[in-house]
């Protein structure tokens, strides 16, 4: 199959392009724009595999994805190209308006007229809101987002169910709920936490550190993400999620356990605006439509992941003294959002 994967220089879509390149003989188109979270070097290696193919571009610039789409005879497209990050979300809005929302549409519209016979929008439970102690979401459950990052997720999804219902496209929602692994950008809980530990820096848990998040490990996303695209019923959403709820400062315990630094690091700083206090997702129908399960416990998981930040320094230290460096001392900085005290 010819496969576009967007956003494939991220997180996500680089631990996705090297599981379809390694596991499956599809050809793979990355359109990515190398945005601050997009980096080549999550690539390394794979330049020259003949069913590998890089172009820089915007998933919104429809000449461009009509183009790519036609070259490369693309059977199926899965969106992963985004804006990711809360904390951003609070400061530039409309960027996430732009790239989640606008950009998909261009994708849905190209993909449409190409007639690609899947489309797999990648989103997330936070399109569900906030839950209480109990509880969880299920596919059905309202869609009540708080942050603009998760609006602009659910506004996406929504786009992508009209361009189903109307234009028959055959679209596909997987929403899965917090990825950790080798590659997530530094700026996220637990690369974050790991490298600061690591470089001896305080490690900034908002609020009480009592917010609960349901973490899987990123090749567990992927192998639920390539079910769906492969068996999953056109017009359905599924939900993803490995029932492995974690308050936050537990998770930081923990990583400072690994790292073997101590817990002295930890500085708890004012809350995120808007904090969702808990998500927790109900998998059921995935495993029971497709079969799938996770195959990473979180022991396992997390101890890889805190062994290929300490083993690849070099590859989180370049990013950190780019460009980021500003956004840190912004956030986390004297006089920053989390920094005030
Ligand atoms: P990321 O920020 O690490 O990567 C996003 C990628 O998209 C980057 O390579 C960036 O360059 C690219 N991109 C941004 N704007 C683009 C545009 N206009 N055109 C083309 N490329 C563009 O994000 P991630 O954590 O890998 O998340 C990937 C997807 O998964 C997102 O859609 C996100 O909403 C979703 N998701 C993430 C998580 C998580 O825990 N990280 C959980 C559920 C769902
Ligand atoms: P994050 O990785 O930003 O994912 P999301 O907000 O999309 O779930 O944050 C995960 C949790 O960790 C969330 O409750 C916010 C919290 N957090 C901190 O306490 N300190 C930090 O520096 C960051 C980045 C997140």
């Not at 890889?304 to 980021?324: F, H, K, L, P, Q």
Request: with cysteine; net charge neutral; aromatic share 10%.
């Amino acid at each position: 199959m010819n496969i576009l994967v967007t956003g494939g220089a991220g997180f996500i879509g680089a631990n996705h392009v090297r599981w379809l390149l390694g596991r499956t003989e599809d050809r793979v188109i990355n359109l990515d724009l190398l945005t601050y979270a997009g980096n080549l070097e999550n690539l390394a290696g794979f330049e020259d595999n003949p069913r590998y193919r890089f172009v820089h571009g915007d998933i919104g610039d429809a000449a461009l994805v009509a183009r790519v789409l036609a070259e490369e005879r693309i059977e199926a497209v899965i969106n992963f190209a985004a804006e990711s990050h809360v904390d951003r979300s609070l400061d530039a809005p409309r960027l996430f308006i732009e790239t989640n929302v606008l950009g998909t549409q261009t994708l849905l519209a190209a993909a449409s007229a190409a007639r690609v016979a899947r489309f797999l929008q990648v989103s997330t439970d936070e399109v569900y809101g906030s839950l209480g102690a109990t509880g969880t979401f299920a596919e059905e459950s309202p869609l009540a987002p708080n942050s603009p990052y998760a609006a602009s997720k659910a506004a996406a999804d929504l786009v992508c169910r009209a361009y189903g219902h109307t234009f028959g496209l055959p679209v596909l929602i997987t929403r899965c709920s917090n990825n950790y692994g080798p590659f997530q950008f530094p700026e996220k809980l637990i690369p974050l936490m790991i490298a600061n530990a690591l470089e001896g820096k305080p490690l900034p848990v908002y609020g009480d550190g009592l917010h609960v998040r349901d973490w899987l490990f990123v090749e567990d996303h992927c192998t639920a993400i390539d079910a769906v695209l492969r068996r999953g019923r056109p017009g359905q959403t599924y939900n993803i999620g490995g029932g492995n709820e974690w308050p936050n400062i537990e998770i930081v315990r923990l990583l400072l356990r690994l790292l073997d630094r101590p817990e002295s690091l930890i500085t708890f700083v004012p809350d995120r605006p808007g904090h969702d206090r808990r998500y927790a997702i109900d998998a059921a129908k995935i495993r029971r439509e497709l079969g799938w399960a996770p195959a990473h416990d979180f022991a396992q998981g997390v101890s890889a992941t805190v062994d290929w930040y300490r083993d690849n320094r070099s590859w989180w230290e370049r990013i950190r003294s780019g460009a980021y460096r500003a956004y840190y001392e912004r956030m986390y900085g004297a006089g920053g959002r989390y920094g005030g005290r």
